[in-house]
């Protein structure tokens, strides 16, 4: 019987933070419209989209008409990579009816991989870059992969998995010299990192609500003014063109309000959870022998810890730590339901087993230092019992 209800999966998913529920809720009931009509009720709408966009642009230093709202960050990917590969396809070759090159790295989300993986059967080019043991991008692989027909650098820029931050504004100098597009996807960075589009010479940029305490179902992607890009999804015409769909008026105020939050709270918040994550790393390395840490020990994110332990499967930690009510995850949510070792792990160097073994562990704005302490008493134990049954004996 749990005995416990202990929340340590916010890389999947964060609570909506009550300060950001009470702003929505007016959006639901009494001011409804639609932002494309022309009565008051739809201009009272149209301003509160046309405010979180202001919101939201200066928390990156973009401009308000830099941002297009989508439904999600796999919508986001998915049109900055497709969008720019056909606005741009001919870059080079005039002539040629499909084709030109683009370069991610092999620790993207399966958003990322998916999409490239289909531009590749149109007759795109797809480059991976390789990752070092910490899951690191040196960017002059970067620069020595960029080609004449190059289109697109599309790089995520803190793992979801791992939590290992890439040096992304130097990849974004090598970007603009090379006069190539860059792209970040900053879903779990977003709020967490400092960014400013700017300054790190970012062209597009992913980010979604539901990491940042802000509801499901709103996301953005910051394209800089002149980009070429083309919409993935036709209609009404909605954001700038670029994205057709009845505006999530309510979702997209929290977003503002959950990005405004992190604004102000954010630097006190990453600090706190830093101390607990170094706590929580540096207790299971000394408790558990067997035990290691993935990813880079300090370049990551404040809130990210994925472990591994010897001859022990990590789906089989999760189950147990549930059965405590400890909420954790072996790997990206998105791709839970899968048997395969993580991608992400694999491209490190690690053996199948050993990706196998893997446990992440993500704390966000409502872990207490008890959780952690609950998680180091109990995580031995279950560690060590599962040992005595491992199959990997």
């Given at each position: 019987?749990?005995?416990?209800?202990?929340?340590?999966?916010?890389?999947?998913?964060?609570?909506?933070?009550?300060?950001?529920?009470?702003?929505?809720?007016?959006?639901?009931?009494?001011?409804?419209?639609?932002?494309?009509?022309?009565?008051?009720?739809?201009?009272?709408?149209?301003?509160?989209?046309?405010?979180?966009?202001?919101?939201?642009?200066?928390?990156?230093?973009?401009?308000?008409?830099?941002?297009?709202?989508?439904?999600?960050?796999?919508?986001?990917?998915?049109?900055?990579?497709?969008?720019?590969?056909?606005?741009?396809?001919?870059?080079?070759?005039?002539?040629?009816?499909?084709?030109?090159?683009?370069?991610?790295?092999?620790?993207?989300?399966?958003?990322?991989?998916?999409?490239?993986?289909?531009?590749?059967?149109?007759?795109?080019?797809?480059?991976?870059?390789?990752?070092?043991?910490?899951?690191?991008?040196?960017?002059?692989?970067?620069?020595?992969?960029?080609?004449?027909?190059?289109?697109?650098?599309?790089?995520?820029?803190?793992?979801?998995?791992?939590?290992?931050?890439?040096?992304?504004?130097?990849?974004?100098?090598?970007?603009?010299?090379?006069?190539?597009?860059?792209?970040?996807?900053?879903?779990?960075?977003?709020?967490?990192?400092?960014?400013?589009?700017?300054?790190?010479?970012?062209?597009?940029?992913?980010?979604?609500?539901?990491?940042?305490?802000?509801?499901?179902?709103?996301?953005?992607?910051?394209?800089?003014?002149?980009?070429?890009?083309?919409?993935?999804?036709?209609?009404?015409?909605?954001?700038?063109?670029?994205?057709?769909?009845?505006?999530?008026?309510?979702?997209?105020?929290?977003?503002?309000?959950?990005?405004?939050?992190?604004?102000?709270?954010?630097?006190?918040?990453?600090?706190?959870?830093?101390?607990?994550?170094?706590?929580?790393?540096?207790?299971?390395?000394?408790?558990?022998?067997?035990?290691?840490?993935?990813?880079?020990?300090?370049?990551?994110?404040?809130?990210?810890?994925?472990?591994?332990?010897?001859?022990?499967?990590?789906?089989?930690?999760?189950?147990?730590?549930?059965?405590?009510?400890v909420a954790a995850a072996t790997g990206s949510a998105c791709s839970s339901a899968k048997l395969e070792p993580s991608h992400v792990l694999l491209a490190l160097g690690l053996k199948p087993e050993e990706a196998h073994g893997s446990l992440r562990l993500s704390l966000g704005r409502f872990t207490k230092e008890s959780d952690i302490n609950f998680v180091l008493k109990v995580l031995p134990e279950i560690i060590k019992n599962l040992r005595k049954i491992s199959p990997f004996k």
């Amino acid at each position: 019987m749990k005995n416990k209800q202990i929340y340590l999966d916010y890389a999947a998913t964060t609570p909506l933070d009550p300060r950001v529920l009470r702003v929505m809720l007016p959006y639901f009931t009494e001011k409804f419209g639609n932002t494309m009509s022309f009565h008051s009720f739809g201009q009272e709408a149209k301003a509160a989209l046309e405010e979180s966009r202001q919101g939201i642009a200066d928390f990156i230093g973009a401009e308000p008409n830099e941002i297009i709202f989508t439904g999600s960050a796999t919508e986001s990917n998915n049109l900055a990579l497709k969008g720019v590969a056909f606005a741009n396809q001919n870059k080079e070759k005039p002539a040629s009816p499909a084709g030109g090159h683009i370069i991610i790295s092999p620790i993207e989300h399966d958003c990322v991989l998916e999409s490239a993986k289909w531009l590749a059967s149109g007759g795109f080019k797809i480059t991976q870059l390789p990752v070092d043991k910490y899951g690191l991008i040196n960017p002059l692989e970067v620069e020595k992969a960029i080609r004449p027909e190059t289109i697109l650098v599309s790089i995520i820029h803190a793992s979801n998995e791992i939590g290992t931050i890439q040096p992304i504004k130097e990849i974004g100098e090598i970007c603009k010299v090379k006069g190539v597009l860059f792209h970040i996807d900053a879903s779990q960075s977003f709020g967490k990192v400092p960014i400013n589009v700017k300054a790190m010479n970012i062209d597009l940029l992913t980010a979604s609500s539901h990491k940042i305490y802000g509801p499901k179902g709103a996301a953005l992607l910051f394209v800089r003014k002149r980009v070429k890009i083309l919409p993935i999804l036709h209609g009404g015409g909605h954001e700038s063109g670029l994205r057709s769909s009845t505006i999530n008026v309510p979702a997209i105020v929290g977003f503002a309000k959950a990005a405004e939050i992190y604004k102000k709270e954010g630097k006190k918040e990453a600090q706190n959870l830093t101390r607990l994550r170094n706590k929580l790393i540096a207790g299971v390395l000394k408790k558990i022998p067997g035990s290691y840490l993935n990813g880079h020990p300090k370049i990551r994110l404040s809130n990210n810890v994925n472990l591994r332990f010897d001859k022990v499967e990590g789906e089989s930690i999760v189950i147990q730590l549930d059965l405590l009510g400890v909420a954790a995850a072996t790997g990206s949510a998105c791709s839970s339901a899968k048997l395969e070792p993580s991608h992400v792990l694999l491209a490190l160097g690690l053996k199948p087993e050993e990706a196998h073994g893997s446990l992440r562990l993500s704390l966000g704005r409502f872990t207490k230092e008890s959780d952690i302490n609950f998680v180091l008493k109990v995580l031995p134990e279950i560690i060590k019992n599962l040992r005595k049954i491992s199959p990997f004996k």
